[in-house]
């Protein structure tokens, strides 16, 4: 990593936490999605797909961990005793260490994939406060024996299966409390398949939140652009209409302003309150993440 432009950090005392100023990264207006997950479940592997096609920026908070452990520094010390004895990580070092990453990234990235975060609702919650806002998440998620049979595989040493069944299980408590109130933001993918055979799933996820059908190459990638009046009759004509405006359209629609539902006839005014009784059953049961997603 290069070095921080000096205006983007005002010093502290190094038992305090550095001030940032994060307002380079919220101007430029980029994507920001998160990719959490349990371990074994193809986060890098994707992580690294979504980058070579898509242009975008993928920092591990691993990675970042573990880069930082090697610096003979105060925070260095604190990271790499952690790891060495399988401790808790500070979530404001986490943060920090991201806050860093992000600043001090290529002027030319399309957007940033932010993988293995967040790990609970405080690094969520500080993530929101202090750097912005995310666009999406992805949650990739494994079958149980199929994760245990990955972490066999990479250990070093023999692993004792009970014990494996007990940390994907806290895992999973612990990602229900952290994702639970994203849940309208959250893309589950089962990755207990092959790679070749996860990733369009993947991909269509990342296309349809980002609004585009295509690798993203500008900033009108992001932007549907201004059309003409001529062009946007002939689109109602075909019955076109982009995904963000399907989701405004069905939301006005629940919400039902006076003047909306004036336009329909008491018949369909009924079908339409037995809808939105349908639909918040729905949002109420969306609120938490199902055990079978996480």
């Given at each position: 990593m290069?070095n921080?432009?000096?205006?983007?950090v005002s010093?502290?005392?190094s038992?305090?936490?550095?001030?940032?100023?994060?307002?380079?990264?919220?101007?430029?207006?980029l994507?920001?999605?998160?990719l959490?997950?349990?371990k074994n479940?193809?986060?890098?592997?994707?992580?690294?797909?979504?980058k070579e096609k898509?242009?975008?920026e993928?920092i591990s908070?691993?990675?970042?961990?573990r880069?930082?452990?090697?610096?003979?520094t105060?925070?260095g010390?604190?990271?790499k005793?952690?790891l060495?004895t399988?401790?808790?990580?500070?979530?404001?070092?986490?943060?920090?260490l991201?806050k860093e990453s992000l600043l001090?990234?290529n002027?030319?990235?399309?957007g940033?994939?932010?993988?293995?975060?967040?790990?609970?609702?405080?690094q969520a919650?500080?993530?929101?406060?202090e750097?912005?806002?995310?666009?999406?998440?992805?949650y990739f998620?494994?079958?149980t024996?199929?994760?245990?049979?990955?972490?066999k595989?990479?250990?070093d040493t023999e692993?004792?299966?009970?014990?494996?069944?007990?940390d994907?299980?806290?895992?999973?408590?612990?990602?229900?409390?952290?994702?639970g109130k994203?849940?309208l933001?959250?893309?589950?993918?089962n990755t207990?398949?092959a790679?070749?055979?996860?990733?369009p799933?993947v991909?269509n996820?990342?296309?349809?939140?980002?609004s585009t059908?295509?690798?993203?190459?500008?900033e009108?990638d992001y932007v549907?652009?201004?059309e003409?009046?001529?062009?946007?009759?002939?689109?109602q004509e075909?019955?076109?209409?982009?995904?963000?405006?399907?989701?405004?359209?069905?939301?006005?629609?629940?919400?039902?302003?006076?003047?909306t539902?004036?336009?329909?006839e008491?018949?369909?005014?009924?079908?339409?309150?037995?809808?939105?009784e349908r639909?918040?059953?729905?949002e109420?049961d969306?609120?938490?993440?199902?055990d079978?997603?996480i």
């Open positions: 290069g921080i432009p000096f205006s983007c010093a502290a005392p038992t305090e936490r550095v001030q940032y100023d994060m307002t380079p990264i919220q101007n430029k207006n994507p920001m999605i998160w959490a997950g349990q479940t193809g986060k890098k592997t994707h992580g690294n797909l979504i898509y242009d975008l993928v908070i691993s990675e970042l961990l880069q930082e452990a090697m610096n003979d105060k925070r010390c604190i990271v005793e952690a060495d399988a401790r808790k990580i500070n979530d404001t070092i986490v943060i920090d991201l001090n990234s002027d030319n990235i399309r940033f994939l932010i993988s293995n975060f967040p790990k609970n609702a405080k919650d500080m993530f929101l406060k750097i912005g806002n995310v666009n999406f998440i992805f998620y494994s079958d024996p199929l994760l245990i049979d990955r972490a595989e990479k250990s692993l004792n299966e009970d014990n494996l069944k007990k994907i299980a806290n895992a999973n408590r612990d990602m229900k409390v952290c994702l994203f849940a933001k959250i893309e589950s993918i207990s398949s790679p070749e055979d996860v990733f799933k991909e996820a990342l296309i349809r939140r980002l059908s295509r690798p993203i190459a500008t009108s549907r652009p201004q003409k009046p001529e062009e946007k009759e002939a689109e075909r019955g076109d209409q982009p995904y963000e405006e399907i989701e405004l359209a069905d939301t006005n629609k629940r919400e039902g302003t006076q003047e539902r004036d336009e329909y008491p018949e369909e005014l009924e079908k339409i309150q037995v809808e939105d639909i918040n059953d729905e109420d969306a609120s938490v993440v199902s079978s997603e």
